[in-house]
């Protein structure tokens, strides 16, 4: 079953411009990660943040988690044709000790 | 290698067929996970092994679909009766240490068709 949901769903922006793309989740979570994925490419884990956290950095990446709202955002700034790629988040539900879900992802491309 | 591998990375196969697809996690890891990917969707998890035991066999669409471990290193995802439905990227992840709380990481993928 999906738990997170991208929006939007494709990006197009110019390099140098910044991207932003959100996940909204149904249940309550201990974490959620976000990762991407370059074309034919396996998944790469970009960052996770916790759920008792509300900001998270990692070089050019800030994530924000909303509980209150089941929402969180990934900002990629100064974005570089290079970031290419489907980002996907996934949540780590509180109750129980279930998998790992993905929702279906954004599809960015960063134009030169 | 330092990453996750798996084989063979693409696979065409009949209808009705038995294929084998093969998982070599990263080296001390004890979590492995099968998830399977279509085309413009997210990962859709199938299994998860913590050593050689099936931890989690929730996701496993029947039993057409089965994996195995032996030795708490190399998985293989098994599946009989290939249908064209199957058709899908089958992504293999492993993690330090067990649960679904953190960093998976993942390889390649191995691309499969059906026809």
């Known amino acids: 079953s999906q738990q997170g949901e991208e929006d939007p769903q494709a990006l197009s922006i110019q390099e140098g411009e910044n991207a932003t793309m959100n996940c909204s989740y149904k249940?309550?979570?201990?974490?959620l990660q976000w990762y991407r994925q370059n074309s034919g490419r396996g998944l790469v884990h970009l960052i996770l943040?916790?759920?008792?956290?509300r900001e998270k950095h990692s070089g050019r990446l800030r994530v924000t988690l909303d509980t209150s709202k089941k929402s969180s955002s990934l900002l990629i700034t100064a974005s570089r044709a290079a970031d290419t790629a489907s980002y996907f988040c996934?949540?780590?539900?509180?109750?129980?000790?279930?998998?790992?879900?993905f929702g279906k992802g954004t599809r960015l491309s960063v134009i030169a | 290698g330092a990453g996750v591998s798996q084989t063979p990375s693409n696979k065409v196969t009949e209808k009705g067929k038995y294929v084998e697809l093969r998982c070599d996690p990263i080296?001390?890891?004890?979590?492995l996970y099968w998830y399977r990917q279509s085309l413009g969707q997210g990962p859709e998890f199938l299994i998860y092994?913590?050593?050689?035991?099936?931890?989690?066999d929730s996701g496993l669409p029947n039993d057409r679909f089965f994996a195995v471990r032996p030795e708490g290193s190399v998985s293989t995802l098994k599946i009989q009766r290939t249908e064209r439905g199957d058709s899908a990227v089958y992504l293999c992840a492993s993690s330090p240490s067990g649960g679904h709380t953190g960093e998976l990481f993942f390889g390649e993928g191995s691309r499969l068709t059906v026809l």
């Open positions: 092994f913590q050593g050689t035991g099936a931890a989690d």
């Open positions: 249940t309550s979570i201990n974490n």
């Open positions: 080296s001390g890891h004890t979590a």
């Open positions: 943040i916790r759920s008792n956290e």
């Open positions: 996934a949540t780590n539900q509180a109750s129980g000790n279930t998998p790992l879900v």
